[in-house]
T-cell receptor
Framework: GAVVSQHPSRVICKSGTSVKIECRSLDFQATTMFWYRQFPKQSLMLMATSNEGSKATYEQGVEKDKFLINHASLTLSTLTVTSAHPEDSSFYIC????????????FGPGTRLTVL | RKEVEQDPGPFNVPEGATVAFNCTYSNSASQSFFWYRQDCRKEPKLLMSVYSSGNEDGRFTAQLNRASQYISLLIRDSKLSDSATYLCVVRQAAGNKLTFGGGTRVLVKP
């Protein structure tokens, strides 16, 4: 299957700092990538859909000014959590879909963010 | 009401036994259905798609009931390695947006 990587895998930061998470499709071009968040013992919640070369589409309740998404190339999308607070601590996962694969999304290994 | 609902479990299953669980979805226009598996602190991985006629992949059998709006997963001859959280995932008719259920935790014990 297609491979998606994320970096960093784990980050601990102080409250008020910004954190950038990278999502890369390693062996396919992803015109669309998705960003999810998963709190402990809860399911994945879609935050936004990242479209290459255009603005991301955010889900209801997700602040676009706090969670900045950039999808500048067909293999890279970034999520920046600005002015992070402890309540932003979560597991952030991205996924991508190869253009030739209709039904499946391939997930990155996730980034565990802890804000102190 | 949540769009996709699952019994959180855990289902404690003796090794070698059969376990089955369901997932209900609220949007009758949902188009595609999947079961994903998620191990602790890892990303979800596709276990199998669910087709209208039902489908089987080794020890795993998935069924779809559109009239009652639920899908099911059955695991036969459970292995210790089957211990995981099983996520029911639904794709809506428009776009590629996936909606995840809360997951059903399965613990297979010797």
């Amino acid at each position: 299957g297609a491979v998606v990587s994320q970096h960093p895998s784990r980050v601990i930061c102080k409250s008020g700092t910004s954190v950038k998470i990278e999502c890369r499709s390693l062996d396919f071009q992803a015109t669309t990538m998705f960003w999810y968040r998963q709190f402990p013992k809860q399911s994945l919640m879609l935050m936004a859909t990242s479209n290459e070369g255009s603005k991301a589409t955010y889900e209801q309740g997700v602040e676009k000014d706090k969670f900045l998404i950039n999808h500048a190339s067909l293999t890279l999308s970034t999520l920046t959590v600005t002015s992070a607070h402890p309540e932003d601590s979560s597991f952030y996962i991205c996924s991508g879909r190869p253009p030739t694969v209709y039904n499946e999304q391939f997930f990155g290994p996730g980034t565990r963010l802890t804000v102190l | 009401r949540k769009e996709v609902e699952q019994d959180p479990g855990p289902f404690n299953v003796p090794e070698g036994a059969t376990v089955a669980f369901n997932c209900t979805y609220s949007n009758s226009a949902s188009q595609s259905f999947f079961w994903y598996r998620q191990d602790c602190r890892k990303e979800p991985k596709l276990l199998m798609s669910v087709y209208s006629s039902g489908n089987e992949d080794g020890r795993f059998t998935a069924q779809l009931n559109r009239a009652s709006q639920y899908i099911s997963l059955l695991i036969r001859d459970s292995k210790l390695s089957d211990s995981a959280t099983y996520l029911c995932v639904v794709r809506q008719a428009a776009g590629n947006k996936l909606t995840f259920g809360g997951g059903t935790r399965v613990l297979v014990k010797p």
